[in-house]
Nanobody, 117 residues
Framework: QEQVVESGGGLVQPGESLRLSCVVS????????MRWYRQAPGKEREFVAS????????NIARSLEGRFTIDRDNAKNAWYLQMNNLKPEDTAVYFC??????????WGQGTQVTVSS
């Protein structure tokens, strides 16, 4: 059974960093587009970053460029979101998504990131 699990969230102070991980089981990610989304309280889910199946094409939400990066390790069936210089407005539940086609579209349960002093 396919499963996607995020980890690495937590409570940090402004300016600190976090690295989120997403590990899958039940399928291999090598052909999938890997994405991160987030959803803040009272707001819609928004795109954060994506990485092509080859790892050669990365897209970061414009407002997050320079602070967030995404990378993947196909051998470990995992991908990651590195978040630097975190701000209170980055507080949200972060979700990872593995997408191949509409029938192969898997989401994790989310991990909470809270940025507060």
């Amino acid at each position: 059974q396919e499963q996607v699990v995020e980890s690495g969230g937590g409570l940090v102070q402004p300016g600190e960093s976090l690295r989120l991980s997403c590990v899958v089981s039940g399928f291999t990610i090598s052909a999938y587009v890997m994405r991160w989304y987030r959803q803040a309280p009272g707001k819609e889910r928004e795109f954060v970053a994506s990485n092509s199946y080859t790892g050669g094409f990365t897209n970061i939400a414009r407002s997050l460029e320079g602070r967030f990066t995404i990378d993947r390790d196909n051998a470990k069936n995992a991908w990651y979101l590195q978040m630097n210089n975190l701000k209170p407005e980055d507080t949200a539940v972060y979700f990872c998504n593995a997408y191949l086609n509409p029938n192969r579209d898997f989401w994790g349960q989310g991990t909470q990131v809270t940025v507060s002093s």
